[in-house]
């Protein structure tokens, strides 16, 4: 059980974990500095919009199968998960292929690192409850 905040800033407690916010983050003056893993073709849609929303660096990007749509741009392209949590990120965009769901938000969750991840969540129901409890 964890105490979240809400939207009015007041503390709820719901059977969820508790959300750590980054309060000083996510501004022009201080962005959040994200990472994306897999670039493919929901990777590329992804980097865009990262690219495009204020309060956000795009700083790092990870595909072990390399860049065939040129989505990296200057940023060079990491092998792997764990590459991509030593750039040292605020946040990660998780769009591996489904089957790599789970193994991927698991490493960054174990690293600190909010997450989203693509949908579906995991490949299976039994996945998606480890991603999300942890």
């Known amino acids: ?63 072990p199968g390399g860049d065939r749509f040129g989505v990296a741009g200057e940023l060079a392209v990491l092998p792997d998960v764990h590459a991509l949590i030593d750039a040292g990120l605020d946040a990660a965009m998780v769009a591996v292929p489904t089957v790599y769901h789970e193994e991927v938000a698991l490493a960054l969750a174990e690293a600190g690192v909010h997450t989203m991840v693509e949908k579906p969540i995991a490949h299976d129901a039994a996945a998606g409850r480890r991603v999300a409890a942890a």
């Open 1 to 63: 059980m964890g105490e979240n905040v809400a939207f009015d800033g007041q503390a709820t407690t719901t059977g969820l974990p508790a959300v750590h916010h980054l309060p000083d983050k996510g501004t022009t003056d201080n962005p959040l500095r994200v990472g994306l893993i897999g670039l493919g073709s929901m990777g590329r849609h992804h980097a865009r919009v990262i690219r495009a929303t204020e309060g956000m660096d795009l700083v790092a990007v990870a595909d």
